[in-house]
């Protein structure tokens, strides 16, 4: 078992819809959780932590689920420009380093 | 410019072709990185430093080899390339307090025939 896994997809959504990853980690010691975001043939880029709380950035919300181990990404109101693959992206305990990245999800918002 | 930047961009060469990687970065971190992408793959770490005294492997180090030549500059080598070695190769940074986040050079396609 990976121990990050996503669907990799692809997502294909109009725009203006509202679309929703999940990610399972298999470390129940794991302690920081992010989503990146990579264009084709690009570097990733943080799109946002996740936080125990959960989180949100405009159209974006992160959620995380610790006796389930997920973690979600909702997009709402989807752009063009959403177009990409989001990256699951978890940490260990701290003192450790490794960090554990997701193979991806493609998504794909259309006009 | 690109705070992290990595060169050559992209790279065909020869199994058995000695090959170097470099990193360099402006943005004053100092901790770096080398991870490789494959596709169906996460990103896997290759080698890390925390310091220009402090290299560590990664989960995939075998065939590969790095230097610090300085705080800003990490270069990744491979001594004798080889076809399974074909990927994207990233150089990142982060900062020494540790915030999680990971900043990306614009990544190395490297062909190896």
């Known amino acids: 078992r990976k121990e990050v896994e996503q669907d990799p997809g692809p997502f294909n959504v109009p725009e203006g819809a509202t679309v929703a990853f999940n990610c399972t980690y298999s470390n129940s010691a794991s302690q920081s959780f992010f989503w990146y975001r990579q264009d084709c043939r690009k570097e990733p880029k943080l799109l946002m932590s996740?936080?125990?709380s959960g989180n949100e950035d405009g159209r974006f919300t992160a959620q995380l689920n610790r006796a389930s181990q997920y973690i979600s990404l909702l997009i709402r109101d989807s752009k063009l420009s959403d177009s990409a693959t989001y990256l699951c992206?978890?940490?260990?305990?701290?003192?450790?380093?490794?960090?554990?990245f997701g193979a991806g999800t493609r998504l794909f918002v259309k006009a | 410019d690109a705070d992290v930047t990595q060169t050559p961009r992209n790279r065909i060469t020869k199994t058995g072709k000695r090959i170097m990687l470099e990193c360099s970065q402006t943005?004053?971190?100092?901790?770096m990185y080398w991870y490789r992408q494959d596709p169906g793959l996460g990103l896997r770490l290759i080698y890390y430093?925390?310091?220009?005294?402090?290299?560590n492997k990664g989960e995939i180090s075998d065939g590969y080899s790095v230097s610090r030549q300085a705080q800003a500059k990490f270069s990744l080598s491979l001594e004798s390339a080889i076809p399974n070695q074909t990927a994207l190769y990233f150089c990142?940074?982060?900062?020494?307090?540790?915030?999680?986040?990971?900043?990306f050079g614009e990544g190395s396609r490297l062909t190896v025939l």
């Open positions: 430093s925390f310091d220009v005294k402090d290299i």
């Open positions: 943005k004053g971190h100092d901790r």
């Open positions: 990142a940074t982060s900062v020494r307090g540790d915030t999680g986040e990971l900043f």
């Open positions: 992206v978890v940490r260990p305990a701290t003192g450790g380093f490794k960090t554990i």
């Open positions: 996740v936080y125990s």
